[in-house]
């Protein structure tokens, strides 16, 4: 079992960055991929991105690639979401999430297993 503690939300102002940390509790955290959602406002709860149990690979929703960098340090029982460009849409609040089984069906929310409590990110024009 793993528990997830996000942080690092805040209000920045339209093309400014903000990078999140999803610190994970226990000593297998290295072994779950993690993924990142966010759920705007009055909205259902949407991917982000994902990264692979060690690192190797990364897959990113459209509307954030090239913006949105997801990465890792097991070591820190730690990941992160480098968020560059920021638009008033991405103005949520945004979770992150573990899980096995690679980026089988990892959009979906319900293929998640564990989950922290989420950070609020708010992006003024």
């Known amino acids: 079992q793993v528990q997830l503690v996000e942080s690092g939300g805040g209000l920045v102002q339209a093309g400014g960055s903000l990078r999140l940390s999803c610190a994970a509790s226990g000593n297998t955290f290295s072994s779950y991929d993690v993924g990142w959602f966010r759920q705007p406002p009055g909205k259902e709860r949407e991917f982000v991105t994902a990264?692979?149990?060690?690192?190797?690979?990364?897959t990113y929703a459209d509307s954030v690639k090239g913006r949105f960098t997801i990465s890792r340090d097991n070591a820190k029982n730690t990941a992160y979401l480098q968020m560059n460009s920021l638009k008033p849409e991405d103005t949520a609040v945004y979770y992150c999430?573990?899980?096995?089984?690679?980026?089988?069906?990892?959009?979906?929310?319900?293929?998640?297993?564990?989950w922290g409590q989420g950070t609020q990110v708010t992006v003024s024009s």
């Open positions: 990264i692979i149990w060690g690192g190797s690979a990364r």
């Open positions: 999430a573990a899980r096995s089984g690679g980026f089988r069906q990892a959009s979906m929310v319900s293929s998640w297993r564990y």
